[in-house]
């Protein structure tokens, strides 16, 4: 085991599945000579080529519909959009194109999208959205949100290796901020499972990417205080893994569902829905939502601090709850 | 058309306004007192700054990022644009937004946007108003030359032709996007080359003479507002830094900065302010002035409050 970054993690992903087959490769702004806005991408242009470390034109639904394309030949593309908020860009070959193909004709469309998302660096409405609800509510996408260098690097190799277009959805604040260890030997993790990051059985915390972190902290600042939280961290977003949901709500009858992005329509209305439906007998309190407000970014610190969840936020209603 | 000392000497405040100002942004930003990126026009001030001063008061602008001089030039005070990068409230976004993404209708300025090329089909829109209403104004367009590869460059550009738009698009080739060259950009050698598609005249013009920019715009600006259509104006020039300050640009070839370097739009319109025998004092007069002004901005914006963490709730909506 080799302790890495987030963004290591993705690199090495990458790097392996374009080492091993041919039919993967790269398209993005800036991704080859420069190697990415983050530099993921670095020495990809040395190792694999101009052919397969495109640098595009500024034209996201040009790439995309091109990488649909490819994919239809039986390519393998992974497109890179600089920001996740520039892919609204490129939202009609998304949802229309990719995400209706299979069901239209069987044919497959293996593609992923990876799309950089998130706050917290102080980067306004236009450079720390986080769009992933946009696609889980389109049907034909798989919409990818990890948030440990473990997670990170399987989920992306299923991604690439999955027949479907997948949205993966990488956390800007993780890159640098998240460490961990990965097996140095090959691995792939299943999309479509949730994974228990911490237990316990007085409360149920349901999040995803960088607030897993937040959720992990308030979780131990809960533990002194005699409370134990479980962490559901969902890696998946769609196909939205129900059952690990529901056997831990079940377990401890109250549950906090946390994302970054805005509360209404969000992730979390989908799963209080399902848990509503599916464990209403078991519960002993609401089910509480702590989320983003209904605002765009802001970018100023004590705005942008006031919009994002964080470790104290989740703490305090933890223990609202917890004194249901 | 002969500009006299008066407007020589407002195109240099301009100018150098916009320079003091970025250069001082980015000291900031290399010593950690700004919030979030950098970005800056340095070596492209002629194009904004030469433009904006040809048109009317009225007329609107709808920017791009490296178009600090026309908001100047419409109105924008230096210590509104500290404190937006400082993330002030007193800053045209009151915090909610920051660098060079702000603007104001008062001002007759569209806020510009992240997304390259989104503001393009957006001042076509105000053209349209303004053509609808039968108001003798215009609206002008910037963007870069990166920009132009996106659908709703062509989109923009399409409809204010097919409806006979009183528009002038304004384009920043500065040689490069973020760090790819206009040769792995389009394969066509001139970013007008692609805007004469849509059968509206396009010129290609050297983008650090201000000179030479206000003309081209007093001149197209002259065809939109009689009904005559859409000018497009490419401004040949170079981005003499990073993408933003984080970038060392180490992807541009030196000799190329060099070369430009040579031809620096401020340095040479002094050469031109001397040879009209504009008075030393004079310009010396605007250079005091204009380094006094940076200064009082920055104290300006590091004197005012930052916003309550409440006020980012605020202003979703119109009420
Ligand atoms: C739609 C979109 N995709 C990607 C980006 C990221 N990005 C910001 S500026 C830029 C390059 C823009 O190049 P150009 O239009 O030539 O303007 P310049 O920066 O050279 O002035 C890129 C890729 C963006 N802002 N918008
Ligand atoms: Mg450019």
Redesign the interface.
């Known amino acids: 085991m080799e302790e890495i970054t987030y963004l290591e993690a993705i690199r090495q992903a990458l790097w392996e599945e374009m080492d091993q087959d041919e039919r993967v490769f790269l398209l993005g702004e800036d991704i080859g000579a420069y190697g990415g806005a983050f530099k993921i991408t670095k020495g990809f242009l040395e190792k694999f080529g101009e052919e397969r470390v495109i640098d595009t034109p500024l034209a996201e639904s040009g790439f995309v519909g091109a990488a649909i394309g490819a994919a239809l030949m039986g390519m393998r593309p992974v497109v890179e959009m600089q920001f996740a908020d520039f892919i609204s860009c490129a939202f009609d070959q998304i949802v229309n194109m990719a995400a209706k193909h299979h069901y239209r004709l069987r044919e497959p469309v293996p593609m992923v999208i990876r799309a950089p998302y998130g706050g917290r660096l102080h980067a306004g409405p236009f450079h720390s959205q986080c769009p992933e609800a946009w696609f889980v509510h389109s049907p034909g996408l798989k919409v990818v949100a990890p948030s440990t260098p473990y997670d990170a690097k399987g989920l992306l190799k299923a991604s690439i290796r999955d027949p479907n277009p997948v949205i993966y959805c990488e956390h800007k604040y993780l890159y640098r901020h998240a460490k961990g260890e990965v097996p140095s030997g090959e691995y792939v993790l299943p999309l479509g499972e949730a994974e228990v990051k911490r237990q316990g059985s007085d409360i149920t915390l349901i999040t995803y990417g960088a607030m897993v972190q937040q959720g992990l902290e308030a979780a131990d600042q809960m533990s002194a205080q005699g409370i134990e939280v479980e962490l559901v961290d969902l890696r998946t977003l769609y196909p939205l893994d129900t059952e690990t949901i529901l056997a831990s709500v079940k377990k401890t009858g109250k549950t906090l569902i946390v994302h970054e992005a805005p509360q209404v329509c969000g992730i979390g209305a989908e799963i209080a829905a399902v848990i509503a439906q599916e464990a209403f007998r078991h519960l002993d309190a609401p089910v509480m939502r702590l989320t983003a407000p209904h605002t765009p970014v802001p970018f100023s610190s004590p705005l942008e601090d006031f919009y994002l969840p964080n470790a104290a936020k989740i703490a305090s209603k933890l223990k609202d709850l917890a004194s249901y | 058309m002969s500009v006299g000392t008066e407007d020589l000497l407002k195109f240099y405040y301009y100018l150098l306004l916009t320079r003091g100002l970025e250069d001082r942004v980015a000291k900031l930003y290399r010593q950690g007192r700004i919030?979030?990126?950098c970005y800056v026009g340095s070596g492209e001030e002629a194009i904004s700054v030469g433009s904006a001063c040809a048109l009317e008061s009225r007329d609107v602008i709808a920017p791009s990022h490296r178009d600090l001089g026309a908001h100047l030039v419409k109105g924008v005070q230096p210590k509104e644009y500290m404190a937006q990068y400082l993330?002030?409230r007193t800053g045209l976004?009151r915090?909610?937004?920051?660098?060079v993404?702000f603007g104001d209708l008062s001002r007759h300025i569209i806020g510009f946007?992240?997304?390259?090329a989104d503001g393009i089909p957006v001042a076509a829109g105000a053209a349209l108003a303004f053509k609808i209403r039968r108001e003798p104004r215009i609206a002008v367009a910037y963007f870069g030359d990166?920009?132009s590869?996106?659908?709703d460059f062509h989109e923009g550009l399409n409809l204010a032709a097919v409806l006979t738009l009183p528009i002038v698009f304004i384009c920043h080739n500065n040689q490069y996007?973020?760090?790819?060259p206009l040769s792995?950009?389009?394969a066509v050698p001139h970013v007008a080359d692609r805007a004469k598609a849509y059968g509206f005249p396009t010129r290609i013009i050297d983008g650090n003479d201000v000179l030479a920019v206000y003309e081209a715009t007093r001149e197209a600006a002259v065809r939109a507002r009689s009904g005559g259509g859409p000018t497009f104006i490419e401004c040949e020039t170079m981005r003499m830094r990073g993408h933003a300050e984080h970038d060392d640009a180490s992807?541009v070839p030196r000799e190329l900065l060099e070369e430009w370097r040579r031809k620096d739009p401020i340095q040479r319109f002094e050469r031109t302010l001397r040879e009209r025998e504009v008075p030393e004092e004079s310009m010396r007069a605007v250079q005091v002035r204009v380094l006094k002004e940076i200064e009082d901005a920055v104290d300006f914006a590091e004197k005012s409050p930052?916003?309550?963490?409440?006020?980012?709730?605020e202003g979703?909506f119109a009420t």
Not at chain 2, 95 to 99: A, C, E, H, L, S
Not at chain 2, 306 to 313: N, V
């Open positions: 919030l979030g990126g993330g002030r976004t915090g909610k937004d920051g660098n993404h946007i992240s997304p390259m990166g920009a590869s996106r659908g996007a973020y760090s790819v792995r950009q389009m992807y930052l916003p309550d963490a409440h006020e980012a709730l979703v």
